[in-house]
């Protein structure tokens, strides 16, 4: 049976293991769902790619919606309406969504509404490892925070029906190890709600839905604030918080989430097992003040366990104040547990063998074991695809800045696939500089292309900027994916032809939402259910907004690149050159590709090296022959190194 019919399935007490964005996805269709609407982001997008596989056998509706922002107003018009809905994203995507959010918890929602959240701890797939819980605390509403794939799709289930009880919309904070772990998962039954959509703009509340409306904000926050005496009696009462105390017992555990996952297996293996207080929590905002306070009361120091920042080492310091204030609390805060990067087992038994003085027992074998693979480890990191278009883009960009970018050009990043033009591995050392003026470093390989890179649609309006505050030492260019160009770009292009700004734009269209699993986007031609839509041309929308200087060209095509970059590099006006090829990987899977597989001519090589500076994955370099090599199981046959190498000694093969 496949992975779409268990999540389908309506077998409540059957088992079936489940990935934890899979599990968050079953819990939301036994809630019930009527609507899902999500933009991809690792390690959240599994969450709504499951959804979509169910959304046509169930009836409800799915959509991978422009951003993050529009996601959160989609899920969200359709709570107003009376259904259940919900919304999901990475870290990151929280950003977009700030504005609406910390606006709609003042007049609530009328079906019950799932904010999923995925954080990314130690940043594996992210710009930063930000803690998101902050925001439910914030915005004054529940958060519940799973510790294995079955609390999490509890949680998302009850999330629904806790909404609708509070009229809020209901926070679930997962984490990649959740979100991309396995486990076992007990289904449970599928309600089949048919809920009529509804309006009533005076629905208990004057103008309900209007936050501008009477009897006004500061009202509408009074009612918000109303709600958490309630929110506090309910969340006392769920099994996702439960302390275990005995009398006698003097240190104690406090551990949320994966957290209280990790301090369980950490205190079996010190053999700690019923000598230690533990409180296990589910909701860390807002915390179970009653049991926190038991535990407070009755020990003399305790260890606070969470992924992320202290959020609930601070609430727990806060309510020590009243219920006991000489019992030692220690964790992020005191440097017993690490303040950046991922928590483990191991880095919370340490902590407790630290406080306890109880050793850990390690098995010498697996010690040396560790030694001995650490030099067969070889560090890496990732690349992009042989014959991914991009190295077309970035070795054409290359060459077009070492003839027209001036003495110190500005290569402005994003996120996507791309991004890695900024990742810097060419097996060099960095050092860091001290100068006043601009310096000018050589790129030898694609990885060394980007300068600054930090968020989606960053990099445009960093351009700008950089632009009018009179930089001239060199040509300044912003890079950019498609399915980026529609999340975050457009209002950075308005305000570039508004504003008058020059410099090269290049948007990178290869069709697909690539980097977080070839999702599709508005210039893809597909919804999140496979069905056909409207492609959406980039070159229309940019001349729409104004852009006069507009070019396609085939990334394959170097020669042909290269001169629309320069043509770009040296006009007078905001120009935007969009390099357009399939997704290599995606074009194999679709059996799009007609490439033939490259060979290389030893007598004919001379060993300078200048391909493998491509970047390609396929290409090998023989040190001791001092030849280059093809990789014939990695090469896709795109062309791109044959263009570079100098001498001709690389050809289309059979």
Known sequence: MGKSEIITEDSPGKRALLMGNEAIARGAIEAGLKLAAAYPGTPSSEILETLAEAAPKLGFYVEWSANEKVAFEVAAGAAISGVRSMTSMKNAGLNWVMDMFMTLVYSGVRGGFLIVVADDPDAHYSSNEQDTRFAAFYGEIPCLEPADAQEAKDMARYAFELSEKLELPVFLRSVTRISHASGDVELGKIERLERKPVFDRHWKMPWRWNVYGPPGAVKKH????????MIKEIIEQLPWNRLEISEGQKFGVIASGIGASYAIDAIKLLGLEGKVAFLKIGTP??????????????????LVVEEGEPLVELLVKALAKDANPNVRILGKLTGEMPQVGEINIDVVAKAISRITGREISVDPQIEKI???????????????????PHLGTYWALKRALAAFGGKVPIVNGDIGCYEQGGYGIAGKEYKP????????YKIEAPYETLDTNYIMGGGVGLMQGEYHAGYSDGSIVAVAGDSTFFHACLPAVVNAVYNKSKGLFIVMDNSWTAMTGHQPNPVTGITATGN???????????????????????PFDLKATQSAIEEGLKSDKFAIVITRRICTLQAIRLKQYTGKKMSLDKDICTGCKLCVSLGCPAITFNVEENKAGIDPIVCVGCGICAQVCPVNAIKAGE
Request: aromatic share 4%.
């Open 222 to 229: 009074e009612w918000l604030h109303s709600k958490m005496p």
């Open 532 to 554: 056909e839509t409207k492609v959406l041309c980039i070159e229309d929308v940019a001349k729409a907004l104004g852009v006069e200087f507009v070019k396609v060209v085939d």
């Open 433 to 440: 500089s001290f100068s006043t003026e601009s310096v000018r």
């Open 285 to 302: 905002s807002p915390l179970p003040e009653k049991l926190v306070s038991k535990l407070l009361k009755g020990v003399e120091t305790v």
């Open 370 to 388: 560790r030694e001995e693979i650490k030099s067969l480890v070889v560090p890496r990191s990732s690349t992009l695809c042989a014959g991914c």
